[in-house]
């Protein structure tokens, strides 16, 4: 199966950077899956690259290689398996990648088919949105570690209203919150520890838009702007 | 100018985890990839933010790094540049009436020229950019160097972005045809 000619331009426009926010989503989490789309993004890269060669140097901030060295160190605790620890931290950006596009959801019966070849997943994303076209949350999952990352997509929160997250299951009964999320920057939240897997991986999500801070009651104030179901992505 | 050797021996001692050669990848190649980033998102804090993320890949994916495949430095600057793509769509659209001054396409066309350590890549680059007509070159060039997008072209160039997504493909196209004939 060769590309096609409109898989090409996208390639192309991939690597040039014209793509909108939701065609590069779109492409970036194809490209995980599709080994000929990818190589003609990185042919494309290669291609247009020696530009940056003439590109005036900018001096970074001096503390730039100690807050790089402070990531990485904090990504890799002493002690650990680097080589695994690698692995693991690759997949699980390529996972957050694959949440950043609706064809991620698309894409749920090639998922499901890889991943029950192998163990069963344990790494989840949800994308949320108010229609196919408009993404606005990515939600990633870890069922071992129960971390949850929330990635806006192109979200704005309204003047002093704030996004809530909820996790919606029958045996829950009641929405649940999961906190105040960000529009601009990433959330990390621990609270989905207190949900058994089944719960975690079944439920919907939603977002709510809620006074400054959250609900003052604890239950949502309105329907959800935003909603969306986890496919497992990644063993 | 850093040697593209050096930087390939580098970036194989940083895949066996090196830490001291991480450190000298870094202090040779920061102010390129911020220049890189920089051009995109125009603010100073998100362009750091976006070249630390950068980094970080660099050291977990140095292994990754084909040499028959393009430059070290063309492939970390690839990186640093999908980044800065992606947080500047994200955040909003980009008009290019925002951007700073000194940056007009003008001059990025010229400075390669000019530059003495332009690689065999970049020249024979140079030379099928300077195949396209005057404004679909610039257009290439502002998206490339400024991650201009669709709409802020057509914007800046007064046309539908049809026509400038149109374009876009005649020029990549064409690009193509003329690096590999």
Redesign the interface.
């Known amino acids: 199966m060769s590309l096609t000619p409109e898989d090409d331009?996208a390639a192309?426009?991939f690597a040039?950077?014209?793509?909108?926010?939701a065609e590069?989503a779109t492409i970036?989490a194809r490209r995980q899956r599709e080994p000929e789309l990818d190589a003609a993004i990185?042919a494309?890269?290669?291609?247009?690259?020696?530009?940056?060669?003439?590109?005036?140097?900018?001096?970074?901030?001096p503390d730039?290689?100690a807050?790089?060295?402070a990531?990485?160190d904090a990504?890799a605790p002493v002690g650990a398996d680097?080589a695994s620890l690698?692995t693991r931290?690759?997949r699980w950006?390529a996972a957050a990648v694959a949440a950043?596009s609706l064809a991620a959801m698309l894409a749920i019966g090639v998922f499901v088919r890889e991943t029950g070849r192998t163990n069963a997943p344990h790494e989840f994303v949800a994308v949320l949105q108010k229609s196919a076209d408009s993404p606005a949350f990515a939600v990633s999952v870890n069922i071992d570690t129960r971390e949850l990352v929330v990635r806006?997509?192109?979200a704005t929160a309204p003047a002093g209203k704030s996004y809530e997250l909820w996790i919606i299951a029958d045996k829950l009964g009641k929405p649940r919150s999961l906190g105040v999320i960000d529009a601009?920057a990433i959330t990390r939240n621990p609270k989905l520890g207190a949900y058994d897997s089944a719960t975690v991986e079944g439920a919907t999500y939603a977002v709510t838009v809620e006074p400054e801070g959250g609900s003052p009651t604890g239950d949502p104030s309105g329907a959800p702007v935003f909603v969306g179901k986890l496919i497992p992505v990644g063993p | 100018m850093t040697d593209s050797i050096d930087l390939a021996d580098l970036l194989a001692r940083v895949s066996r985890?090196d830490?001291d050669a991480f450190?000298a990848l870094?202090?040779a190649t920061?102010?390129?990839?911020?220049?890189?980033v920089?051009?995109?998102l125009t603010r100073?804090d998100m362009?750091?933010e976006v070249?630390?993320?950068a980094?970080?890949?660099i050291?977990?994916?140095a292994g990754e790094f084909d040499p028959a495949?393009?430059?070290p430095?063309?492939?970390m600057?690839?990186i640093a540049?999908n980044r800065a793509?992606?947080e500047v769509?994200?955040?909003r659209?980009v008009s290019l009436e925002d951007m700073p001054d000194g940056f007009e396409p003008a001059a990025?066309t010229e400075?390669?020229m000019a530059?003495r350590?332009?690689?065999e890549?970049?020249k024979?680059?140079m030379r099928c950019l300077g195949q396209l007509d005057g404004q679909k070159r610039e257009i290439?060039?502002l998206?490339?160097?400024r991650?201009?997008?669709?709409?802020a072209?057509a914007k800046r160039f007064d046309a539908p972005v049809p026509t400038i997504k149109t374009w876009?493909?005649r020029s990549?196209q064409q690009?193509?045809g003329c690096?590999e004939p």
């Open positions: 331009f192309g426009e040039l950077g014209t793509l909108d926010a590069r970036a990185r494309w890269e290669a291609r247009l690259a020696p530009l940056n060669e003439a590109i005036a140097e900018v001096a970074p901030p730039l290689l807050k790089i060295e990531r990485i990504g680097v690698q931290l690759g950006r950043m806006p997509v192109a601009a | 985890r830490r450190r870094h202090r920061a102010p390129k990839l911020m220049g890189v920089a051009r995109i100073g362009a750091s070249v630390q993320e980094y970080v890949k050291w977990d994916r495949k393009g430059s430095l063309g492939w600057a690839t540049r793509l992606d769509r994200r955040v659209p990025e400075d390669p530059s350590e332009r690689s890549r970049l024979a680059l290439v060039m998206a490339y160097y991650g201009a997008s669709r709409e072209l876009l493909h990549l690009l193509r690096l």
